[in-house]
Nanobody, 116 residues
C-alpha cells in the first residue's frame, strides 16, 4: 500500500489550506484514516481521525478550525484547515490504520508553513 499527500504550502495566518492523501494498494474503506503533524524539534502529534463509519475526532488545538473527511470512491482523505495559526506549522503526515492483522501505512509528509 501507498499513501501520497499533497496540498501543503506557505500561507499567511488566518488563511486556509486543504491537504489530500490518496491511497493505493489497500482496501481504503476498511481503514481508519488519520492526519498527524510534526513540528521541528517536537514529537509527532495526532491531529484528526476518521473511522470507516465517518466518525471524526480532533486534537483540542484544532477543533473548530480543521475538518477531516474521506471519499471512499476516490480512496482519498482530506484535511481542510481554516483560520491557520503560526503554531500549525509542521510536516503533516497521512496515516492508514487497518483492522487487526492488517498493516498500517504512512505517507511521506507534506510541509505546511503559516507565516505571522
Amino acid at each position: 500500500g501507498q499513501l501520497v499527500e499533497s496540498g501543503g504550502g506557505l500561507v499567511q495566518a488566518g488563511g486556509s489550506l486543504r491537504l489530500s492523501c490518496a491511497a493505493s494498494g489497500i482496501t481504503f474503506s476498511a481503514y481508519t484514516m488519520a492526519w498527524y503533524r510534526q513540528a521541528a524539534g517536537n514529537q509527532r502529534e495526532l491531529v484528526a481521525t476518521i473511522t470507516t463509519g465517518g466518525i471524526t475526532n480532533y486534537v483540542d488545538s484544532v477543533k473548530g478550525r480543521f475538518t477531516i473527511s474521506r471519499d471512499n470512491s476516490k480512496r482519498t482523505v482530506y484535511l481542510q484547515m481554516d483560520s491557520l495559526k503560526p503554531e500549525d506549522t509542521a510536516v503533516y503526515y497521512c496515516y492508514a490504520g487497518g483492522p487487526r492483522g492488517f498493516s498500517a501505512y504512512w505517507g511521506q509528509g507534506t510541509q505546511v508553513t503559516v507565516s505571522s
